[in-house]
């Protein structure tokens, strides 16, 4: 692996090797002390975030290393006109990694490209955040001793939500994994989920109802509705509060059952499930930052590539997904992919028209 850009392009085995790794971590962090000194990673955030960028951050410092960065694009180049292109050239001549965190669909994809170091894609627009995945797969892992024959609901914005997409792309390496996918219908998963779903096998069922289903859950993953990719200010307000997890409604639950949130938590969760010993979410944000310094280790100390490949320049966008990268990015080449057969958009898995 070089970068980390979706779950679903890293083997199982390499997973397996993350996770042993990030497990030595927490239980010898002292070992680690040195694994990144010297190395320098590069913390590209053009979005709001305090969980992951901090939980870079702490990985990085945790392993000798250092961060450098901006958390607001408005004190970058960006803010003057310079594409994600140049921005990643440059960038990636100081440092020996690159995390990025955008509003826009493919760019980290876009960004690897371009990179002389890997890149690890922190969060695209509603796409995909697979080091969240990492953090999601360690808990479960920890906390129930496996994921193979589980049933897991997945409650919130499917549609938006891009923890989700990444962990559905994960449970294709586990087997008789059952995804109960709660949402109301215009916030359902995106097709090109359904379609790897159908593809690798994975049973699925979709419902709008949490109460109905939360007896059968081995794990309840809860997701805030992600108000700032709503186009329509109504669309956001007819589904804001839809669920909310509270302790009477966990009483159906069984004993084991873990609550899971990526979080930030809006109402999704009312403050007295945080006393249930089910409730897993602030448990689940600390081993997402072992999991980072595990791959922070592997990857800020992989050898730099002095040159690129020479990538095709594209002349207009073939996806017609307005959050995509190719959107604004136009010399991206028109990559194209297959999800289950049908031709999708190499950056943002939008199906092409
Ligand atoms: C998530 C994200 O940014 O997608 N947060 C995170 O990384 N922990 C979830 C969210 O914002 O709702």
Redo the contacts with the bound molecule.
């Keep these: 692996m070089r970068h980390l850009i979706d779950f679903g392009d890293l083997p199982r085995e390499e997973w397996d090797e993350l996770y042993r790794r990030a497990s030595q971590i927490m239980d010898n962090p002292a070992r680690f002390l040195d694994a990144c000194r010297g190395k320098v990673a590069c913390n590209l955030f053009y979005e709001p975030?305090t969980?992951?960028n901090f939980s870079f951050q702490t990985a990085m410092m945790r392993l000798g290393g250092t961060v450098f960065g901006f958390a607001d694009p408005n004190s970058s180049s960006v803010a003057k006109g310079e594409t994600l292109k140049d921005t990643i050239k440059m960038v990636s001549g100081y440092a020996d990694v690159v995390v990025m965190r955008t509003p826009w669909e493919g760019s980290a994809k876009a960004a690897s490209l371009y990179s002389h170091v890997p890149v690890i894609n922190a969060?695209d627009g509603g796409h995909m955040?697979p080091t969240?995945t990492m953090a999601d797969l360690t808990t479960i892992t920890r906390l129930h001793g496996g994921v193979d024959g589980l049933s897991i609901g997945l409650c919130g914005d499917l549609k938006n939500?891009?923890?989700v997409h990444s962990l559905i792309k994960a449970m294709e390496k586990f087997k008789d994994v059952k995804f109960f996918l709660i949402s109301p219908r215009e916030l359902a998963v995106p097709e090109y989920m359904r379609s790897f779903m159908r593809e690798h096998n994975i049973w699925f069922t979709e419902v709008t109802g949490l109460e109905a289903v939360i007896p059968q859950l081995d794990v309840l993953y809860m997701?805030?509705i992600?108000r700032e990719r709503f186009v329509d200010p109504l669309e956001y307000e007819r589904n804001k509060g839809i669920y909310i997890l509270t302790r009477r409604k966990l009483e159906r639950a069984k004993p084991d059952m873990l609550v899971m949130h990526?979080?930030?938590r809006v109402d999704e969760i009312t403050v007295d499930v945080d006393d249930d010993p089910r409730a897993a979410y602030f448990q689940q944000a600390r081993y997402g930052m072992f999991a980072r310094m595990a791959l922070l280790a592997d990857l800020a100390n992989q050898p730099r590539l002095e040159q690129t490949d020479v990538v095709e320049i594209g002349t207009k966008p073939v996806c017609s997904n307005p959050r995509c990268i190719t959107q604004t990015e136009h010399y991206l080449p028109p990559l194209v992919k297959k999800n289950g057969g049908v031709d999708c958009c190499a950056f943002c898995d939008a199906q092409l028209k």
């Design positions: 975030s969980r992951t969060g955040h969240q939500g891009r923890t997701t805030r992600q990526p979080l930030p």
